[in-house]
């Protein structure tokens, strides 16, 4: 019986002369060496002696190594570990423009088109003449189909009215597109308000947050576009993301820029062994 056993052990652990022991491994490489899945029921601890457990760490620290030669230890970092079901964080993109839109000044009409829906294509004219932001443009890749696209979008606003002392206004739209196909949208309108001190200039700031769920697999174009929907008199000056001249001395263009931020957020799954 004690042969037997003897036998059975002999072949799952070698014992080297200069007392390396390998488990699954006749030739152990270190004082330890095992080959195969290792299950740890309690604690690991290190950094100790002879005379002295180790340190088992605490409650979320990760074993880092200091190098050859040098004990592992315990470290407690800054880092948020992501569960799976959850989203995380993957890439953000912020872009800036003070050249604005210009295109939609005095004299040019508006389009009466109030409403619109998600997948417009932005060079459908029937949907609303739309004006770019070019600076706004981006591209990215988005690789899990499970996702959350946030955009936040904010700029300036400024129309004059050709009289200071009467009172005009102008209603007006910015979207979001992706490949040229409208995702988010807001309205807005801004009303001169009888300004003389201003010269008839008025200022305003719009802002547009929206989150897309489960973007499609791929690369990804976004665009910001505004245009005029209706205004009270057409020789009203107005633009998007700028001033309406540069020899005014209530704004400018750094004021009144375009800002757009994207924040990718991916699903985080684990492919299990």
Same mark, same amino acid.
């Given at each position: 019986?004690?042969?037997?056993?003897?036998?059975?052990?002999?072949?799952?652990?070698?014992?080297?002369?200069?007392?390396?022991?390998?488990?699954?491994?006749? &030739?152990?490489? @270190? $004082?330890?060496?095992?080959? +195969?899945?290792?299950?740890?029921?309690?604690?690991?601890?290190?950094?100790?002696?002879? &005379? !002295?457990?180790?340190?088992?760490?605490? $409650?979320? !620290?990760?074993?880092?190594? !200091?190098?050859?030669?040098?004990?592992?230890?315990?470290?407690?970092?800054?880092? @948020?570990?992501?569960?799976?079901?959850?989203?995380?964080?993957?890439?953000?993109?912020?872009?800036?423009?003070?050249?604005?839109?210009?295109? %939609? #000044? @005095?004299?040019?009409?508006?389009?009466?088109?109030?409403?619109?829906?998600?997948?417009?294509?932005? =060079?459908?004219?029937?949907?609303?003449?739309?004006?770019?932001?070019? +600076?706004? *443009?981006? @591209?990215?890749?988005?690789?899990? +189909?499970?996702?959350?696209? =946030?955009?936040?979008? *904010? =700029?300036?606003?400024?129309?004059?009215?050709?009289?200071?002392?009467?009172?005009?206004?102008?209603?007006?739209?910015?979207?979001?597109?992706?490949?040229?196909?409208?995702?988010?949208?807001?309205?807005?309108?801004?009303?001169?308000? $009888?300004?003389?001190?201003?010269?008839?200039? *008025?200022?305003?700031?719009?802002?547009?947050?929206? =989150?897309? !769920?489960?973007?499609?697999?791929?690369?990804?174009?976004?665009?910001?576009?505004?245009?005029?929907? $209706?205004?009270?008199?057409?020789? #009203?000056?107005?633009?998007?993301?700028?001033?309406?001249?540069?020899?005014?001395?209530?704004?400018?263009?750094?004021? %009144?820029?375009?800002?757009?931020?994207?924040?990718?957020?991916?699903?985080?799954?684990?492919? &299990?062994?």
């Amino acid at each position: 019986m004690k042969r037997i056993i003897y036998c059975c052990a002999a072949g799952l652990l070698s014992l080297s002369a200069n007392a390396q022991v390998g488990i699954g491994t006749a &030739s152990p490489k @270190s $004082n330890l060496d095992v080959n +195969g899945k290792t299950t740890l029921r309690k604690e690991l601890r290190v950094g100790g002696t002879s &005379s !002295q457990a180790g340190s088992a760490g605490l $409650n979320g !620290q990760v074993l880092v190594s !200091q190098g050859e030669g040098l004990p592992a230890v315990w470290k407690s970092l800054n880092v @948020s570990f992501m569960e799976e079901g959850q989203y995380k964080l993957i890439n953000s993109y912020l872009s800036s423009d003070q050249a604005g839109i210009t295109t %939609l #000044s @005095s004299g040019v009409a508006a389009d009466d088109v109030y409403k619109n829906s998600v997948g417009d294509d932005i =060079t459908d004219t029937s949907k609303g003449k739309w004006s770019k932001i070019d +600076g706004l *443009q981006n @591209s990215f890749i988005i690789k899990n +189909g499970k996702n959350r696209l =946030t955009y936040q979008f *904010q =700029t300036g606003i400024e129309m004059k009215a050709p009289d200071a002392a009467t009172s005009e206004s102008i209603t007006f739209t910015c979207g979001v597109f992706r490949n040229g196909k409208l995702v988010a949208v807001r309205p807005d309108k801004v009303v001169s308000n $009888n300004n003389t001190e201003k010269s008839g200039i *008025q200022d305003y700031i719009f802002t547009l947050n929206y =989150t897309e !769920q489960n973007v499609p697999i791929g690369t990804q174009k976004l665009e910001v576009a505004c245009r005029k929907i $209706n205004a009270s008199n057409v020789n #009203s000056q107005f633009t998007v993301g700028r001033n309406v001249s540069d020899t005014n001395t209530v704004s400018n263009a750094f004021t %009144l820029e375009s800002i757009m931020k994207i924040d990718v957020i991916e699903y985080v799954t684990y492919k &299990s062994n």
